[in-house]
């Protein structure tokens, strides 16, 4: 079946360094989305994209959708504190459905 | 903003009692969703709605039901509580199929 794999899955920052995470879909995808969820929060969404080699960027944050539409990846420039959590991917199955990927936790050191 | 709301934040029950979550949903959307979520395990479909009184089987369906009688309230029910349904559940609704989630606080449900 479909799958979404996100990677890595713990990444540890200092604060200040960049951070990366990678999303790979087994099926190329209509559109992908980004979900961040605080440690005790709920998932929270981000952003959504749709097309081919698609780049949006919300302050420090950059969004990429692979040109063949099965990956994409989330930048965060010059990591904070604030920036602590889990970031998911996720892409659609079937009409309605969404698959998340596993997720990947930072965490930023001070 | 969307607001998703649960019925409760903490709850505990005893092996073979009927549970009830309720989720409520003030923006009017038509998509509403249930998932669990466990560690290691990531986020997990159990069931999903994408109108009033339509349902649909998520990935994990067993054991569960769900209701959906007015378009703002999706209802998830455990109709014999068991320990391996002890979980964080989530619901979250959204505006159509190709639209972002909202979720609520969640229900860290432990069944003893």
């Known amino acids: 079946g479909q799958q979404v794999m996100q990677i890595p899955q713990y990444q540890h920052v200092q604060e200040g360094e960049d951070f990366t995470t990678y999303c790979n879909s087994s099926?190329?995808?209509?559109?992908i989305q980004w979900y961040k969820q605080r440690p005790g929060g709920h998932p929270v969404f981000l952003i959504q994209l749709v097309k081919s080699g698609e780049v949006k960027k919300q302050k420090r944050l950059t969004f990429q959708f692979g040109e063949a539409k099965k990956n994409s990846s989330l930048h965060i420039t010059a990591t904070q504190t604030t920036d602590v959590g889990t970031y998911f991917c996720a892409g659609p199955s079937g009409t309605y459905k969404y698959i998340f990927g596993t997720g990947t936790r930072l965490k930023v050191l001070a | 903003d969307v607001k998703v709301t649960q019925s409760s934040r903490y709850l505990v029950k005893r092996t073979g009692e009927k549970v009830f979550l309720e989720c409520v949903q003030d923006?009017?959307?038509?998509?509403m969703f249930w998932y669990r979520q466990d560690p290691g395990l990531g986020l997990r479909l159990i069931y999903f709605?994408?109108?009033?009184?339509?349902?649909e089987k998520g990935d994990i369906p067993e054991g569960y039901s769900v209701s959906r009688e007015k378009k703002e309230r999706f209802s998830l029910i455990l109709e014999s509580a068991s320990t391996n349904q002890t979980s964080m559940y989530l619901c979250?609704?959204?505006?159509?199929?190709?639209?972002?989630?909202?979720f609520g606080p969640g229900t860290r449900l432990t069944v003893t």
């Open positions: 709605s994408y109108d009033v009184k339509m349902k």
């Open positions: 099926t190329t995808l209509s559109n």
């Open positions: 979250a609704s959204s505006l159509s199929g190709r639209s972002g989630q909202y």
């Open positions: 923006m009017d959307h038509e998509n």
